[in-house]
């Protein structure tokens, strides 16, 4: 049973830093691409920033470039999102997703406010 469980978000004034993490089960974790996607408060979700099988294509979004990075431990099955410079508008809940056989799996998210 596939199994993607993110923490680290919380409460962050602007300019800090977070680190989030998503713990993988139930697959080889280190066949699979992985993303990061978030949804704002009335938003739709987007797409973050993505990471190859081996670490070693990571795409981001224009919002999170220069700001965010994407990375992977394959021997701990987690994928983390660190997180600086951050800003109001990167409140969101924070979402962890890979796609195994055309079937895309999706954690229950961590939200990240950014406020003074």
């Known amino acids: 049973q596939v199994q993607l469980v993110e923490s680290g978000g919380g409460l962050v004034q602007p300019g800090g830093s977070l680190r989030l993490s998503c713990a993988a089960s139930g697959f080889i974790f280190s066949t699979y691409a992985m993303r990061w996607y978030r949804q704002a408060p009335g938003k739709e979700s987007e797409w973050v920033a993505g990471?190859?099988?081996?670490?070693?294509?990571?795409p981001y979004a224009t919002s999170a470039k220069g700001r965010f990075t994407i990375s992977r431990d394959n021997g701990k099955n987690t994928v983390y999102l660190q997180m600086n410079n951050l800003k109001p508008e990167d409140t969101a809940i924070y979402y962890c997703?890979?796609?195994?056989?055309?079937?895309?799996?999706w954690g229950e998210g961590t939200l990240v406010t950014v406020s003074s």
């Open positions: 997703n890979t796609q195994i056989n055309a079937i895309q799996y």
């Open positions: 990471i190859s099988s081996t670490g070693d294509y990571t």
